[in-house]
Nanobody
Framework: QVQLVESGGGLVQPGGSLTLSCAHSTSFSNIFATTWYRQVPGRQRREVVARIGNRDETEYGDFVKGRFIISRESAKNTVYLQMNKLEPEDTAVYYC??????????????WGQGTQVIVSS
């Protein structure tokens, strides 16, 4: 089964930057899309932060407002989320999720374990 490993979370001051990484255990040729979600403390629903498709098309949650950039590096099978101008409201556990193409017809969604981001002075 494909595995995702997130890293890069931590404590950052308001206005600062962090870059999260999501390493895939398979080539991007097997990935339909990778999405970063976040779960804010006290909320049950995970919200979409950013998504990158297999043709490098991207989309972002409305709250991002141009502050974050999602990208991927094929040589490392890794998707990055560069987060700038962080605000306390960005404090959350960030999860990486990928839609894996099992064959020409079937797909499966896999999740990473999550990485904590805390924005605080």
């Amino acid at each position: 089964q494909v595995q995702l490993v997130e890293s890069g979370g931590g404590l950052v001051q308001p206005g600062g930057s962090l870059t999260l990484s999501c390493a895939h255990s398979t080539s991007f040729s097997n990935i339909f899309a990778t999405t970063w979600y976040r779960q804010v403390p006290g909320r049950q629903r995970r919200e979409v932060v950013a998504r990158i498709g297999n043709r490098d098309e991207t989309e972002y949650g409305d709250f991002v407002k141009g502050r974050f950039i999602i990208s991927r590096e094929s040589a490392k099978n890794t998707v990055y989320l560069q987060m700038n101008k962080l605000e306390p409201e960005d404090t959350a556990v960030y999860y990486c999720s990928a839609v894996v193409m099992l064959n020409s017809r079937d797909m499966s969604t896999v999740w990473g374990q999550g990485t904590q981001v805390i924005v605080s002075s």
